[in-house]
């Protein structure tokens, strides 16, 4: 892949990657498109990344199906296929015996999924970084529907001065709203119904905040009654208002305030987030 990026640069061809964990679905295709307007060679990253699953979580369960994400790369490349490149390295090419250096986004990492996931960021940079290196992008895509991930991300990208086009993609969804996700292959037909109390409770968010109310707390009981009533047995991981450059929290919706939120669903613990001011 190396020596492939470095023919790539001296034939001045412009590059975009788009990073996954695999198990595709058209959240990750959209990105794909975006990257095929933007860049001459799309380069998509298969790589369930060790480095930031936590012991306890589902790194061994996670769905892998290399077959069908290469057909789906393949289909969303459409009539640039023959420039897009698929690269699923091995977890012992991209971590060595002996590996030892990090990448960490000190401030950006400690909230939200960073508090409940400890190492998860560092993990997730890491990772990112060393693609950066060895796919040499000009252009890097990246979802909101992982919103502290894009910023933290975006953070590394300034702070290491990779010349690298940095953009952060729409959330695609279900019919009903639900944030399409790799994890919502874990549910069965019930369950996935009430997967959807995530987009419910941001739906009503937005809807106290388009009537006039911008008490955070206020909002947050309404969400959390929304959350149950959608999926009684849901555990609630968090509900906050940051603001989106810094996600710093904040009391009352104002300009630039995005509400995020981590539910357990049946086990499968998800996130979503909205814009609301
Ligand atoms: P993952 O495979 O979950 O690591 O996601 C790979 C990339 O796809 C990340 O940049 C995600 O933010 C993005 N992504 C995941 N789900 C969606 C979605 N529903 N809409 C848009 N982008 C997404």
Redesign the pocket.
């Known amino acids: 892949m190396q020596a492939v990026s470095r023919q790539l640069a001296a034939r001045g061809k412009k590059v975009a990657i788009v990073?996954?964990?695999?198990a595709l679905h058209e959240?990750?295709l959209?990105?794909i498109r975006r990257a095929v307007k933007e860049a001459d060679v799309v380069i998509t990253t298969i790589f369930v990344n060790p480095a930031q699953f936590a012991p306890h979580e589902d790194l061994a369960k996670y769905p892998r199906d290399k077959r069908n994400d290469i057909l789906k790369i393949t289909t969303a490349l459409g009539r640039k296929r023959s420039t897009g490149i698929v690269f699923i390295p091995q977890a012992k090419e991209v971590y060595p015996e002996g590996f030892q250096t990090w990448v960490n986004v000190d401030e950006l990492s400690k909230s939200l999924e960073g508090a409940r996931r400890p190492g998860h960021f560092r993990g997730v940079a890491t990772v990112v970084a060393k693609l950066f290196n060895i796919c040499r992008p000009d252009v890097a895509i990246?979802?909101m529907?992982?919103y502290q991930?894009?910023v933290v991300l975006r953070q590394m990208t300034r702070d290491l001065g990779y010349p690298i086009k940095y953009i952060i993609?729409p959330?695609?969804r279900e019919r009903d709203g639900l944030?399409?996700?790799?994890r919502n292959w874990y549910f069965n037909e019930r369950q996935r119904w009430e997967a959807v109390c995530l987009y419910y409770a941001l739906q009503s968010a937005r809807s106290m905040v388009r009537s006039g109310i911008v008490d955070v707390k206020k909002i947050t009981k309404e969400m959390r009654a929304v959350v149950r009533a959608t999926c009684p047995t849901a555990e609630i991981h968090y509900i906050a208002f940051t603001d989106f450059d810094t996600l710093e929290s904040v009391n009352a919706i104002r300009r630039n305030t995005i509400c995020s939120l981590s539910v357990k669903v049946y086990g499968v613990s998800l996130i979503d987030n909205m814009k609301m001011g």
């Open positions: 990073p996954t964990m695999g959240g990750h959209a990105l990246f979802g529907k992982d991930q894009a993609a959330t695609l944030a399409m996700s790799s």
